[in-house]
């Protein structure tokens, strides 16, 4: 007895025509013609292929062929059970899922009766519990998402897998074991380590692999790949990432490893609303540099932004128009400003129009004068350690994510870490790090208390003292 006569299926002819060939599926319900790639990777699940891994960079059209992967299999098996996770709500729901939903809408009217489409599920309404989609964020401390499930047909796709807990793939042995269960693991290649990068390297004759690359995706512009490779250079992580999608390399001589950044610019955290803000604020006059803004509230940087070609009293009245901007709850305790050079008169102007303004000298000693050179190599490295903690998040920003993952650092000859200066960044064809250095200011809070007691107070109008005991 056949599958479709067990269920009274009314699509016999359809389950025939396409249960074997999810390319002509593709073509002749959604009325679009694959891209070589997608079409290779649409093929290498019919044929069998029980794990396939995909490499790409962005905006190569992964999110649309996992799409037409899954429907395809919803609509041609039964009974059939398939999850699809990633590592945060928003890449989960806003990307992927929202990706499928836009394929519903695409199918024939009576195909998409078949289909009910929730929230977080979409089922065959003759049978809701024996045939769906699920969608569930896969997270560390709740591992469960891909497990324990069993159907005669199963599938288990993971986007963003690089970003995925090892522990939740731990947990999906069981579910990944089955004969018939076919598992997808997709997305940008952003950690040289973990079972991602693993199922590309040393899993990898266990794997059906594909790696797309922007340069040669028709779905890419030319215009993007070029920015990319203007912006941040063509031997960057980040253009490795986001266009060439290879895995970033593991430079022993880069401060923050990229990894470290893109996990905290896709981290779940919310914001405490009772916690205080921050900003910190680097200066740039004219120029390529730009003056640059980050505010922190928590343990969250909320906002980055820049502005290029404002004078100092033109660069002060923006800066107090983002203060007076704020809910007056949420404005900012404490505004950390590069006080070097033209730092110094933007501080003095916002004391005077009352804002608690704080110069930071950067260049001062720092307090661990056995480790760093400088004030900025030890906020640099008090960065680099509340990243790697886990419970803070960045904005996604490219040019945050570039910046952040670019300065070099050496050891002098006492053994204490030196960071590259802007300048020696710049004669590597890359750009002033404006945005990074205002982020790693909002971390100057222990400078600034632990010299004035609180940041709140009236001390704001002292000069800046060197005392930073406690900054890491």
Not at 133 to 154: K, Y
Not at 418 to 438: C, H, V, Y
Request: hydrophobic share 40%; proline share 4%.
């Amino acid at each position: 007895m056949s599958e479709a006569t067990k269920i009274q299926n009314p699509f016999d002819d359809f389950i025939l025509k396409y249960r074997n060939d999810p390319v002509l599926f593709v073509e002749k319900v959604f009325g679009v013609q694959p891209d070589d790639w997608q079409s290779q990777f649409l093929r290498a699940i019919a044929d069998s292929n029980r794990r396939v891994s995909v490499r790409s960079g962005h905006g190569v059209g992964k999110s649309t062929a996992a799409s037409w992967a899954m429907l395809w299999y919803l609509l041609t098996r039964y009974p059939v059970k398939v999850v699809v996770t990633a590592p945060t709500s928003s890449q989960l729901f806003d990307a992927l899922f929202a990706e499928i939903k836009r394929w519903v809408k695409e199918l024939d009217p009576a195909l998409r009766e078949l289909l009910e489409v929730k929230s977080d599920r979409i089922e065959l309404r003759p049978s809701p519990t024996e045939a769906f989609i699920s969608a569930r964020t896969s997270r560390a401390e709740q591992p469960e998402a891909l497990q324990g499930i069993h159907s005669e047909h199963v599938m288990l796709v993971a986007d963003e897998a690089s970003g995925v807990p090892e522990a939740v793939f731990e947990a999906a042995a069981g579910s990944m074991s089955g004969h018939s269960a076919v598992t997808i693991l997709l997305g940008n290649p952003v950690r040289s380590s973990g079972y991602f990068y693993e199922t590309h390297n040393r899993l990898k004759d266990e794997w059906f692999t594909l790696h797309v690359n922007c340069e040669q995706s028709k779905r890419v512009s030319k215009e993007f790949v070029r920015e990319m490779a203007i912006k941040y250079g063509e031997e960057s992580n980040a253009y490795r990432v986001r266009v060439l999608g290879e895995f970033p390399l593991s430079d022993d001589d880069t401060m923050i490893p990229f990894s470290v950044v893109e996990q905290a610019m896709n981290r779940d955290i919310e914001v405490d609303q009772f916690s205080q803000m921050t900003y910190g604020i680097d200066v740039a006059r004219f120029g390529s540099d730009k003056s640059a803004l980050a505010k922190k509230k928590g343990n969250v940087i909320t906002e980055v932004k820049k502005w290029q070609g404002l004078d100092l009293m033109q660069l002060v009245g923006a800066i107090k128009n983002e203060y007076d901007a704020e809910e007056s709850l949420d404005r900012p305790s404490a505004i950390y400003i590069d006080s070097i050079g033209l730092g110094s008169g933007v501080v003095d102007r916002l004391r005077e129009l009352g804002l608690p303004a704080i110069g930071i000298n950067v260049s001062e000693s720092p307090a661990m004068k056995n480790a760093y050179v400088n004030l900025r190599a030890e906020l640099w490295g008090k960065m680099k350690n509340w990243l790697e903690q886990r419970g803070c998040a960045l904005p996604k920003d490219d040019d945050l994510l570039a910046e952040l993952t670019s300065p070099r650092y050496t050891f002098n000859s006492s053994g204490r870490l030196r960071l590259e200066s802007k300048d020696e960044m710049k004669k590597r064809g890359l750009s002033s790090p404006d945005l990074a250095d205002a982020c790693i200011l909002t971390l100057a809070g222990d400078a600034a208390v632990g010299i004035y007691g609180s940041a709140s107070g009236s001390s704001w109008t002292q000069p800046l003292k060197r005392l930073l005991k406690g900054v890491i």
